[in-house]
């Protein structure tokens, strides 16, 4: 447990790229997921580039829509090594020009593949490696146990996996020589604390959002999760994995969940929790603490929309 975490004051949270947009907005969707988070505390402020989706153009389009840039991001953190988080890295550090902060787990650039009947699909960091990165500047923090990023503000560090219906998925690496089952043990996620609870960030959550949660509570000492923000990995999950994730989700006050939480997935949270979940697009922006509860999230004005109608 991380003592003194303390409490934000604030956060904007804008998401910069996911699979969707939503009706009549003018953003680049993209598989995966890429979130900045504008933090503020009594005596700190700083900006997180949270997960860099699967390619960076889309995010640089979003953020010129949105009138935000990365120019006082400090840190990039990756919540695992698939691609579609991970992809985007290189062009952003190209883009800022300058050293940064990433954090990460320890294993993130291990091998990770599917095994398909038509082939091997590789779905880890493939190119550029570590030694390519840090010669465009990054400054790599891998780390197993929880960081504290600032007042109010830590990582996950690698999530223990306590319950039985959140399960390892068909997914592989290669230890030793050996093909085995790949434990993605670098899933984590940054939990931000507020007096009104904790708001946890997932990037797709393999680690289950119910261990999630269950960790969260343990290192910070905090019971209360007042909101989830990410995906949930719902799609192709079991039916006890569902109906029991949904179930601890009654605790939460909010959940905004997209990505790979998938449709049937966000259909049955809908359901069991009317207006405390919203879908998560492309350009969606949630203020913490929450202002107005019949408009938990939000995207760019009506009338800036069509100043944006052609791609440049």
């Not at 223990?160 to 592989?172: K, M």
């Amino acid at each position: 447990m991380i003592e003194e975490l303390g409490y934000l004051t604030e956060a904007d949270i804008s998401v910069l790229a996911e699979d969707s947009i939503a009706f009549d907005t003018p953003f680049l969707g993209r598989f995966g997921l890429s979130v900045l988070l504008e933090l503020r505390s009594d005596d700190c402020e700083k900006h997180i580039l949270y997960d860099t989706n699967s390619e960076s153009a889309p995010i640089f389009r979003n953020l010129k829509i949105m009138s935000k840039s990365l120019d006082k991001v400090s840190t990039i953190f990756l919540s695992h090594c698939h691609y579609d988080h991970t992809d985007g890295l290189a062009g952003i550090l190209e883009a800022l020009g300058r050293p940064i902060s990433v954090v990460a787990h320890p294993e993130i650039f291990r091998p990770c593949f599917e095994i398909n009947p038509d082939g091997i699909r590789q779905i880890g960091i493939v190119d550029p490696n570590i030694t390519d990165l840090e010669q465009k500047g990054t400054i790599f923090t891998l780390s197993r146990e929880p960081l504290n990023l600032m007042t109010g503000v830590m990582t996950s560090g690698e999530i223990e996996r306590v319950t039985s219906f959140e399960v390892l998925e068909d997914l592989y690496t290669i230890v030793d020589g050996e093909v085995v089952q790949d434990h993605e043990r670098d899933d984590s996620a940054v939990i931000l604390s507020f007096e009104e609870g904790l708001v946890i960030i997932t990037g797709c959550c393999h680690a289950g959002i119910v261990n999630t949660m269950i960790h969260a509570r343990n290192i910070t000492g905090v019971d209360k999760i007042h909101a989830i923000v990410g995906g949930l990995h719902f799609i192709d999950a079991s039916e006890e994995k569902i109906e029991k994730s949904i179930e601890a989700l009654k605790e939460v006050d909010w959940i905004f969940a997209g990505h790979c939480t998938g449709f049937d997935g966000m259909r049955r949270i809908a359901n069991a929790y009317g207006d405390r979940f919203s879908r998560i697009h492309t350009g969606s922006m949630i203020h913490f603490p929450i202002q107005d509860p019949t408009t938990p999230v939000t995207t760019i004005p009506t009338n800036v929309r069509d100043l944006h109608r052609l791609y440049e």
